[in-house]
Structure formats: structure tokens, C-alpha cells
């Protein structure tokens, strides 16, 4: 079982902002309204995940460090329509197997305290009283030598970190998010349902301003989102994110649709900053390719990729005209 889990763990953890993702999710799934993130050595020394979500009573506290304890599966039709971000329930305890874990969690009328080390208790401690959840995890990789070796720089790791929470945050605009790095605010939203307001503390004021929306329909896919006007362009492809039913996916094909919708507008080798959502019905998105590294399989994939052209086109050439 042990073992097991850290073997899992390599695939679950890759690095600190595997951690933060697998947390952050949890604290979404769990309707939580409020969402801060700590970390220390842009979490190599530590990651803190505050929320106000539905928290665990003592045995799920227990449960959930086992592996295949999901909550968020009953059955076997849940696998093919899967609404909910999580649905493994490998990641805690994979990630409790390689690291140090202090979890405070409390439902509202059961709770505990509880710490571990590398997936063993060591201590445990009455409940809060606070609802919700916060979790510790420190000394990430404390037991695997080797994978902590292969960490890169203070500066890469945080930089997958906040890229991560800047879209949790784009696609949960209703949630309030904040992203702190020892004393350093990273990213702060205000949970009040505005995409703009998101945008803007991402990409600043005056850029935000310069975004405009779109909303487009075919048959299948309904997408909406913001797109920059031309004169905004960044040196990345990484500026333009893609959202499929709530999730962070990358498509080489959408980011090449959006760039085409700007054609003759953009300089060679620079890119708009775009927010697309797409909505569609889940047999057309097929998750489940591999959830970790973000890949998907879309059906009736030439007719969004021209929606997307001509969506994000149009929107621009109503702005120029
Ligand atoms: P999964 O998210 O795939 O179900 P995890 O290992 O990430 O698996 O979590 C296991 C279970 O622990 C979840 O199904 C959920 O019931 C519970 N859990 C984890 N984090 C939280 C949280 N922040 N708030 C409430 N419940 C949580
Ligand atoms: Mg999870």
C-alpha cells in the first residue's frame, strides 16, 4: 500500500505546483467560496491551502489519505460524465507519501487535527472550529532524494505555481482567490463573479481594458471569452488559455484559430492574450486521455476550432470599424 502510493506519487507529483493544484481542486470540489494559498520556497519549503468549503468529519479526515478514497465517484456512468475537477482519489495519498502533512479540517459539527509523515500519523489533536479546510504540506519530496534533485530554480517553480492559480482563477471567478509567496502577493481576486476583474489582476488595468468580449454557438460547442485587441500582444503562445467544461486544457489547434482570427492584424511571432471558455457537452470532451498532463479529445473538432476563428474575428473587426 505504501509502496504503492509512492509510485503513484511520481505520477501525481511532479513538483510543487502539482501539490498546489491537487489542493486547490479539492478546495473548489468542495464549494468553497475562499481559497488562499501560502507558500514558502515557492513550495518546496511549504504549501498552505486555506478554504471554507464543506470540510471533513474525523473519518473522512482518516479516509482521505487512503488511496481510491474518492468521494466525487458512485458510479461507474460518473467516469464518463465527470463534472467534478477530482475524481482519482489517488492525490492525497499520493502526495502525503512523499511529504509532511498537517491537516486541520472541520464540517460544522466534527472535525480533527491531524499530522503526518510520509503517510504516517504521528499526531493528532481535537478539531478547530473554523468550517473548512487547511492543509499543510512541507518537506515536499523529503523522502525521495531524488526527485527533489531534479527541482528547478526558486523562480521556475513558483512561475508554475502562479501561471496554475492565475487559471483556477479565470475559470472560478466566483471564487475569491489570493496567492502569497512568503510576504509577496501574487494574485488576489475578488470572488464576485467578474472575468474582468480577474484579467485585471493578471494581466493589470490598462491590458484588461483592452480585452474584449465574444460569445459565439454552433451546434455543439457555445464559447465565450476575451480576446485582446491587436495592438496588446505578448512574445508567448502562453497568453492564450482554453478553458473545455471548466478546465484548463492545452490545444495547439484552438491557440492556432485564435491567432488566424487575428491574421493580417498581428506582428510575425507575436501573440494576443485570449480567455476562451468552451462549453460542450462532455461525450465531446474526452478527459480522460490523461488528466494530469491536460490533454484532450475533442469530437467534432473543425467545427469549434471555425467557431472560434470567426468569433474571436468578428469581435475584433466590430471593435476596429
Ligand atoms: P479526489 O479529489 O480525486 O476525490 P483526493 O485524494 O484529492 O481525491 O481527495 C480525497 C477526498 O478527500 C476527496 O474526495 C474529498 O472527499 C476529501 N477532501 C480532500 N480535500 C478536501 C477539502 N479541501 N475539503 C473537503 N474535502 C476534501
Ligand atoms: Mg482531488
Wanted: proline share 3%; glycine share 6%; with cysteine.
Amino acid at each position: 500500500e505504501w509502496l504503492s502510493n509512492k509510485i503513484a506519487a511520481g505520477e501525481v507529483v511532479e513538483r510543487p505546483a502539482s501539490v498546489v493544484k491537487e489542493l486547490v481542486e479539492n478546495a473548489i470540489d468542495a464549494g468553497s467560496t475562499q481559497i488562499e494559498v501560502f507558500l514558502h520556497d515557492a513550495g518546496l519549503g511549504s504549501i498552505q491551502v486555506t478554504d471554507n468549503g464543506s470540510g471533513m468529519d474525523e473519518e473522512d479526515a482518516f479516509k482521505c489519505f487512503m488511496r481510491h478514497a474518492t468521494s466525487k465517484i458512485s458510479n461507474e456512468h460518473d467516469l464518463f460524465r465527470i463534472r467534478t475537477l477530482g475524481f482519482r482519489g489517488e492525490a492525497l495519498a499520493s502526495i502525503a507519501s512523499v511529504s509532511k502533512i498537517h491537516l486541520k479540517t472541520y464540517d460544522g459539527k466534527s472535525g480533527i487535527e491531524l499530522v503526518l509523515e510520509g503517510g504516517i500519523e504521528r499526531a493528532r489533536h481535537a478539531a478547530p472550529s473554523r468550517r473548512g479546510t487547511d492543509i499543510t504540506v512541507s518537506q515536499l519530496f523529503f523522502n525521495t532524494p531524488a526527485r527533489l534533485k531534479y527541482m528547478k530554480t526558486i523562480q521556475t517553480e513558483l512561475g508554475h505555481s502562479i501561471d496554475l492559480m492565475n487559471r483556477l482563477a479565470l475559470c472560478n471567478p466566483h471564487i475569491a482567490f489570493k496567492l502569497m509567496h512568503h510576504d509577496q502577493l501574487l494574485l488576489q481576486t475578488n470572488g464576485r463573479g467578474n472575468v474582468q476583474q480577474v484579467l485585471a489582476s493578471i494581466y493589470g488595468i490598462q491590458n484588461a481594458k483592452k480585452m474584449i468580449p465574444f460569445e459565439g454557438k454552433s451546434h455543439d460547442y457555445n464559447i465565450s471569452g476575451y480576446a485582446t485587441l491587436p495592438e496588446i500582444t505578448r512574445a508567448s503562445k502562453n497568453y492564450m488559455s482554453i478553458f473545455v467544461n471548466g478546465r484548463w486544457v492545452k490545444h495547439f489547434l484552438a491557440q492556432k484559430a485564435m491567432t488566424d482570427a487575428y491574421h493580417t492584424f498581428l506582428p510575425i511571432e507575436r501573440f494576443p492574450i485570449v480567455v476562451l471558455f468552451v462549453e460542450g457537452d462532455p461525450y465531446l470532451t474526452d478527459v480522460n486521455v490523461h488528466p494530469a498532463k491536460h490533454q484532450i479529445r475533442l469530437s467534432k473538432e473543425p467545427e469549434l476550432l471555425e467557431l472560434i476563428q470567426t468569433t474571436i474575428r468578428e469581435a475584433i473587426r466590430a471593435v476596429n470599424r
